[in-house]
């Protein structure tokens, strides 16, 4: 059983003591449009947002009130406060108290605390390529979940409002260190949301266990396999048709940051 809670707590303090390290305008070269102060105030920012809702618990995002981002040379200490909260806040829950989250399936504390120890660890990442120009390991079982995630929860699917088009076009998610593996069925998702009005017609997927059969077999690492879908890296093989291993990511860096 992966403790969520620890892998969060670990990679905060990790990402805080290199935000306070590195240069404020250091380039983050995952995140081109960042410099390391933009990216220590996105996950202040991100972790003040969550505690608050864990806190209330808040069932409508609305009613969290906006963070104001600080002078530079005071983002660290935001930071540092605000990753504290978080983890006060998960701790003093229970997983399953009810919680607003943006995904249909997400209604309580426990994904909260799953998303959030994904979201540390890509930005641990980000910020130890800005400042030492190399992440350190990934623990394994985080990234197989984190690959689950990536696929299952932040892009894979859609809203009950929405049809999706197959395209007739399936990829394979295999990983080299771990069985388990995913099978990809790749079209449109075409809707118009109930809450907003808007029409959508945009490029997705399907995801289900189990790869099989596939028109590309795409391959890596845990690790490897979790920083690709989320740009991190690019260590991956690709059998068959190499195009779709673009298309996948394409999709991927639309739900992603």
């Given at each position: 059983m992966i403790d969520?809670?620890?892998?969060?707590?670990?990679?905060?303090?990790?990402?805080?003591?290199?935000?306070?390290?590195?240069?404020?305008?250091?380039?983050?070269?995952?995140?081109?449009?960042?410099?390391?102060?933009?990216?220590?105030?996105?996950?202040a920012e991100v972790q003040y947002f969550w505690a608050s809702i864990v806190e209330g618990p808040l069932l409508d995002p609305g009613d969290v009130e906006e963070l104001q981002r600080p002078v530079d040379a005071e983002i660290s200490g935001l930071f540092d406060a605000q990753s504290l909260?978080?983890?006060?806040?998960?701790?003093?829950?229970?997983?399953?108290?009810?919680?607003?989250?943006?995904?249909?399936?997400?209604t309580t504390v426990s994904w909260v605390l799953r998303r959030q120890a994904h979201e540390a660890l890509i930005h641990r990442v980000d910020a130890e390529l800005a400042v030492v120009g190399a992440s350190t390991a990934v623990d394994r079982s985080l990234a197989v979940d984190g690959v689950d995630e990536v696929l299952a929860v932040m892009v894979g699917g859609y809203p009950s409002w929405?049809?999706?088009?197959h395209d007739g076009t399936s990829i394979a998610i295999r990983l080299t260190d771990d069985p388990a593996s995913w099978q990809l069925s790749t079209g449109r998702m075409k809707g118009t949301s109930p809450n907003t009005g808007i029409a959508y017609d945009l490029e997705?997927?399907?995801?289900?266990?189990g790869a099989k059969d596939a028109d590309a077999t795409?391959?890596?690492?845990?690790a490897g396999m979790d920083l690709w879908l989320w740009g991190r890296g690019n260590d991956i093989a690709v059998v068959g048709d190499h195009t779709q291993a673009d298309r996948i990511r394409r999709i991927a860096a639309e739900d992603t940051q």
């Amino acid at each position: 059983m992966i403790d969520y809670l620890e892998h969060l707590r670990r990679d905060s303090l990790r990402f805080g003591e290199l935000v306070r390290a590195g240069s404020a305008d250091a380039a983050v070269p995952s995140c081109p449009e960042w410099r390391v102060s933009d990216l220590g105030f996105h996950l202040a920012e991100v972790q003040y947002f969550w505690a608050s809702i864990v806190e209330g618990p808040l069932l409508d995002p609305g009613d969290v009130e906006e963070l104001q981002r600080p002078v530079d040379a005071e983002i660290s200490g935001l930071f540092d406060a605000q990753s504290l909260r978080l983890v006060r806040a998960l701790t003093s829950a229970t997983p399953e108290d009810q919680c607003w989250t943006w995904h249909p399936d997400g209604t309580t504390v426990s994904w909260v605390l799953r998303r959030q120890a994904h979201e540390a660890l890509i930005h641990r990442v980000d910020a130890e390529l800005a400042v030492v120009g190399a992440s350190t390991a990934v623990d394994r079982s985080l990234a197989v979940d984190g690959v689950d995630e990536v696929l299952a929860v932040m892009v894979g699917g859609y809203p009950s409002w929405a049809d999706f088009e197959h395209d007739g076009t399936s990829i394979a998610i295999r990983l080299t260190d771990d069985p388990a593996s995913w099978q990809l069925s790749t079209g449109r998702m075409k809707g118009t949301s109930p809450n907003t009005g808007i029409a959508y017609d945009l490029e997705g997927f399907t995801v289900t266990p189990g790869a099989k059969d596939a028109d590309a077999t795409i391959t890596a690492s845990a690790a490897g396999m979790d920083l690709w879908l989320w740009g991190r890296g690019n260590d991956i093989a690709v059998v068959g048709d190499h195009t779709q291993a673009d298309r996948i990511r394409r999709i991927a860096a639309e739900d992603t940051q």
